[in-house]
Every structure is written in structure tokens, then in C-alpha cells.
């Protein structure tokens, strides 16, 4: 275990430096008013593996960077458990993803304020209500510029799909055949249709954008850049 984060006190714990951890800590220690200490319970990241694209074929069922989770056994796969990989580092599952960049269903949303209560969960945007969609543009660096669906100047970098291969456009015009329309992405709260993917990487030459980016280094000092937050790996 790493040296205790002193007895300072916190006006707010975060369990899990991973995809969603890393960025609520940025989010809340932007106030200077708030100390945040970020826990993670997984490895450092400075595995070669763990900082290239190509790299999830060999972080994804290691012990070293995966929790190595299971589901439970299916009759649906013949009395089978499959992998079920959570990521065991810095960085938690963004430091050991295929990098997809796809957004939740907006209905999928909406069935949360429902449950909940509160509208705010509602995916919102031009079509009513709600506050998903804004946050997730506010999380984005989208290449291509903000626009209606769209962010920039946040803590993801989002890059356009490098990879054009004939088959890829083959497939998608076997899947229009078949009634699957080609849409431009998977991002606007609609996911039915065939689309490439973008990807949170920096782009042509550069690894993986993890969202520990948006943090300080695990384990060092509270960072004069941001004196509000420590991170603490156990």
C-alpha cells in the first residue's frame, strides 16, 4: 500500500480511479474550495501496454491490469461464463478499452428520470429536457469542433475513425440490404443503424487518452496545479 494521504481531512472520497472516477475528481477539485482524495486500488499505468491503441489485446484477461471478472454461467451460451473485463489500473477500464467512443441510448436516459424522479437524467438537447447530453459535450474535445451533438475543450480527446478497409464499407452496404441504415454516428441518442466508430485517442501518432489526463500523478504530492486533489493508489 502506498504511504497514507496524512490525516488531512476530505470533503469528498472517490473509490475508483477509473473512467468516471478520474473525471469527478477534476470536476470537483476545480472548486478551490473543495478537497477531493481519489483512491484506486489497481497498478500504476506506466506498462508499455497500457499506453498504445493495440495495447487492450494484452491488458484486457491479465491479472496484471484486468480484474478478470465472469459472468455467471448462461444456458443462452451452452452453461458458459464469459469474460467480463474491468480495468485493474490508473485509469480503470479507459486505460485498457478498444477506445470506443459511443454514447448510452436517450431513452435509456429517460427511463432514469423516471425511476429517479428527477428530469435532469433526461438525454435533453433541442428535443426537451434534461441535462445528459449537455454534460457529455462538456466532458468531450471533439475533433471535429463543437456543434449540436458536439464539445470541445474538455478533458476527452475524441478523434475521427482512422481505419477505411473495403470490406468495413462492404459490410455496411450488406447491413443497408438487410434493412440497417447507414447513419454518421453513434453519439446522438439513436445507436440503430451502421456507423465506424470514433475513438478517445490523440489522434495520428499519439496512444490512448485515458481520463487519468485530466488528473494529477497517482500518488505524488498534492500537485500545485491542483492543490484540491490527491490521488492515493492503494
Given amino acids: 500500500m502506498s504511504p497514507s494521504p496524512s490525516t488531512a481531512e476530505f470533503d469528498f472520497i472517490i473509490v475508483g480511479a477509473g473512467s468516471a472516477g478520474c473525471l ?4 470537483l477539485s476545480a472548486n478551490p474550495d473543495h478537497r477531493v482524495l481519489l483512491i484506486e486500488a489497481g497498478g500504476k499505468d506506466d506498462w508499455f501496454w ?3 491503441p493495440v495495447g487492450y489485446l ?4 491479465n491479472p496484471r491490469t484486468d480484474w478478470c471478472f465472469t459472468t455467471e454461467a448462461d444456458p443462452g451460451l451452452a452453461g458458459r461464463s464469459i469474460l467480463y473485463a474491468r480495468g485493474r489500473v490508473i485509469g480503470g477500464c479507459s486505460s485498457i478499452n478498444a477506445m470506443i467512443h459511443m454514447r448510452g441510448q436517450a431513452s435509456d436516459y429517460d427511463l432514469w428520470a423516471q ?5 435532469r437524467w433526461r ?3 433541442s428535443d426537451g429536457p434534461g441535462e445528459t447530453l449537455a454534460i457529455y459535450k462538456q466532458l468531450e474535445d471533439y475533433f471535429g469542433g463543437a456543434d449540436e451533438w458536439h464539445g470541445v475543450g474538455g478533458e476527452i480527446r475524441v478523434e475521427r475513425p482512422r481505419v477505411r478497409w473495403k470490406i468495413l ?10 434493412g440497417i441504415a447507414p447513419i454518421d454516428e453513434f453519439n446522438r441518442g439513436d445507436n440503430s443503424g451502421s456507423a465506424t466508430f470514433t475513438s478517445t485517442n490523440g489522434g495520428a501518432g499519439a496512444g490512448r487518452w485515458p481520463t487519468l489526463s485530466c488528473i494529477p500523478s497517482p ?7 491542483s492543490p484540491t486533489l490527491r490521488p492515493w493508489r492503494c
Fill in 24 to 27: 469527478l475528481a477534476n470536476r
Fill in 115 to 119: 425511476a429517479t424522479g428527477d428530469e
Fill in 219 to 225: 500518488t505524488a504530492p498534492i500537485s500545485p496545479s
Fill in 169 to 178: 464499407d462492404a459490410w455496411q452496404a450488406a447491413a443497408a440490404q438487410r
Fill in 50 to 52: 497500457v499506453k498504445i
Fill in 123 to 125: 438525454w435533453g438537447g
Fill in 58 to 61: 494484452y491488458t484486457i484477461a
